[in-house]
């Protein structure tokens, strides 16, 4: 098992190289945090093989981790979660919700688009979670409309402290890959210097 889990590590990190996912410098994050080091998951879909081989990664950890029936639907968290999220309904066969980023001021004004009923269990999907505020609020919606949340899934755990806070909402968090694990790799490997290293190791411990 940890066998598999290192070369999904290297798979990613591979990845995230081919696709020039990770950039150095300064980056305002969603949560309002300032960063080292920024994570562009919105450019993976631009690269169709390496797009199906992580969706293919998310698959596995919701199959051997979560359980199929163990949830009736998808929700995407906007807005790079809901590309992700809509080709792992699409692989899986699961119905897709989604969030809007901002509520229509037409039509049927809904925060939700999708069928969703009481009483459904669903599966939260980002692409990462660093202090974990949007899925916290993407929760509190969907439970508002009725909808039953205990899991959701990532790609990266950035390790700033998100999934202890989803944890708070009895919310458990499931990732491919921990940022430090990828930059281990990728340092290993020397596709990144120590002082790139260093930079993510230095994010993780402010939190």
Do not use: W
């Amino acid at each position: 098992m940890k066998e598999n889990r290192s070369l999904v590590v290297r798979e990613l990190a591979k990845s995230l190289v081919k696709t020039q996912s990770l950039k150095f410098g300064v980056f305002k994050l969603t949560s309002g945090k300032m960063s080292s080091y920024y994570i562009d998951l919105r450019l993976v879909p631009s690269y169709p093989k390496v797009f199906k081989k992580i969706i293919g990664m998310y698959t596995n950890i919701i199959v051997n981790e979560i359980g199929l029936s163990n949830f009736d639907l998808l929700c995407g968290i906007p807005t790079s979660g809901l590309v992700f999220a809509s080709a792992i309904a699409y692989s899986l066969e699961k119905p897709l919700i989604y969030i809007r980023k901002d509520v229509k001021a037409h039509g049927t004004q809904k925060n939700v688009e999708g069928a969703l009923k009481p009483g459904d269990r669903v599966l939260l999907v980002d692409d990462l979670i660093t202090t974990g505020s949007s899925l916290i609020s993407s929760a509190e919606i969907v439970v508002g409309e009725g909808g039953v949340i205990s899991d959701a899934v990532v790609l990266v755990d950035r390790e700033e402290g998100g999934i202890e806070n989803l944890s708070k909402s009895n919310i458990r968090v499931h990732y491919v890959a921990k940022v430090s694990e990828l930059a281990k790799e990728l340092y290993q490997n020397s596709i990144i210097g120590e002082e790139e290293y260093n930079a993510v190791l230095k994010q993780i411990e402010k939190g």
